[in-house]
């Protein structure tokens, strides 16, 4: 960032926080899903249904979601090295993105065709009892998973004094985000599966069961496309909220000998990592020592006011009235 002929102040954190709490999640989601999987498939196969079929693949791809978000949560907990300055924290939206990618393939895909085909071809439909059962335990076990994970967004969204909504929408912290939308989609996917096993048991028609299937492939399609879409932006690059932004420009404001702040940049690197980059007007007749002080007690402001900045860049820039009376351009 810096030019030739400019100072650059830099100042780095220590490592980046621990995702203990959204491991934990994570792993406790992928047993419940592995587990559910299993039981939907035989119960699917007993009775026939497609609808308990296409619940199979739903839980098979939560259950490979959770392993790409595993990958996710402990690749990019690794530190920063030479070849990788700003460490590894953006990792995680690949793999984030790629569970988004294996719901769509593995879950949305198959359930779409399997509703298809069964209102397509019909379907015979076996004893259901066995996949009542099988929905009752799945509907007991997501309850769980849910619970784990709502447990955990609600506490981050206290901590950060935001509504429980806004937080799901806008957390850098798609790993839990992923979790509680897709444990939410199981709940629902588990009451259209059970009310296209009645459907099917009441009528002796199969095109419930169908029904069933293809609302669950939407429902896929859709959690798909919010965790795809979140991911993405993450990878694109979010700068920090605005009311955030507001808050850093008036700490580094604040600092002695900073007269303005002409240019700011942020960027989320992580569920608790942001970096800050500013070109900065320092006082003209600000030393160097003063200005090597107000970079460190800026640094130490920002930290204080925002727990995840991690890195702070500041760029000495000749202010507005400078670069006019020396004939430069006066937006630098």
């Known amino acids: 960032m810096a030019r030739a002929g400019t100072a650059k102040a830099v100042h780095e954190a220590p490592g980046p926080a621990g995702g203990g709490g959204s491991t934990a999640t994570v792993v406790v989601a992928a047993l419940a899903n592995l587990g559910i999987a299993l039981a939907k498939a035989v119960a699917g196969v007993i009775s026939g249904s497609s609808a308990m079929l296409s619940e199979a693949a739903h839980s098979v791809a939560d259950t490979v979601t959770e392993v790409l978000l595993l990958a996710s949560l402990k690749r990019s907990a690794r530190p920063a090295d030479e070849d990788h300055p700003l460490g590894h924290g953006p990792e995680r939206y690949i793999w984030a993105l790629l569970a988004a990618v294996a719901t769509f393939v593995g879950g949305a895909v198959f359930s779409l065709y399997d509703g298809i085909h069964t209102l397509v071809e019909g379907e015979e439909l076996g004893d259901p009892l066995v996949s009542y059962v099988v929905l009752a335990v799945a509907f007991l076990l997501e309850g769980y998973s849910l619970r784990t994970g709502l447990r955990q967004a609600r506490g981050e969204a206290h901590r950060f004094k935001v509504p429980f909504g806004r937080y799901l929408r806008r957390t850098p ?38 029904a069933a299937s293809l609302c669950i492939g939407a429902l896929l399609l859709y959690v798909a496309w919010v965790l795809g879409r979140s991911n993405a932006e993450f990878l694109i690059g979010r700068p920090l909220p605005r009311g955030v932004r507001d808050r850093i420009r008036a700490e580094l404001l604040a600092v002695e000998h900073i007269e303005a702040v002409m240019e700011l940049t942020t960027l989320v690197q992580g569920p608790r990592e942001a970096l800050v980059a500013a070109k900065v007007d320092f006082r003209d007749v600000a030393t160097a020592a003063q200005i090597e002080w107000a970079c460190e007690q800026a640094e130490q402001r920002l930290r204080e006011t925002v727990p995840a900045v991690r890195r702070v860049y500041l760029d000495p820039t000749p202010g507005f009235a400078q670069r006019r009376s020396e004939g430069l351009n006066p937006w630098p």
């Open 173 to 210: 912290d798609t790993a839990v985000k992923a979790v509680v939308l897709e444990d939410t989609a199981a709940l629902a996917g588990l009451v259209l599966a059970a009310g296209g096993l009645l459907g099917g048991q009441l009528t002796g028609s199969g095109v419930w069961d169908g």
